[in-house]
């Protein structure tokens, strides 16, 4: 009876690992044909249909200073709402667009719109992921490239005081209410 149970749970341990084993062959097998679109993402031809290879392509883009298209290609990332793409991608479209507006720094036409657009992206990144120190350092760069001033507005229900002003006409009384 005790050689039974042993090897039934010496199968049963046998069946677990080889399953595991089958598991990360899986794997390994998807991370090579990634990888395989990875490195031909920096070619011409590239497969599209994996999001890893459109992120490379959209890092060579941008190295290559092909700003509109790595924008784009950025931006299709972020609408797919990939959790594992998502945050690299906003992080990356708003270091494109800081690099760009100190690029134009001379033109503020150009420039300020371009780190508006920085601290967009920084902020929904920090959104998804508050602890990202990186995101915040840059956002803080952008803060100080464009501070956001913030006008106070008064809630209370009182009406607004009345200056008084002294006329500088000849003939009229001060007095007067």
Known sequence: MRRRIAHWTFGGIALACAAFAAHQGLRLHESEHVNAAVTGARASEFDASIPQARFARAVALAKAGEFDAAIK???SLIAERRDELRPDALFNLGNLYMRNALANQADPT???PLV?????????????????????????L???LA?????????SDEPPEREQSTSTLQGVRIDLP
């Not at 501070?147 to 809630?155: L, T």
Request: proline share 5%; aromatic share 12%.
């Open 73 to 75: 290609a950025y931006k």
């Open 110 to 112: 150009q420039s300020l």
């Open 116 to 140: 508006e657009l920085a601290k967009q992206s920084y902020r929904e990144l920090l959104r998804l992921q508050p602890a990202d120190w990186d995101a915040r350092y840059n956002l803080e």
């Open 142 to 144: 952008a803060l100080r």
């Open 147 to 155: 501070p956001e001033v913030e006008y106070e507005i008064d809630e």
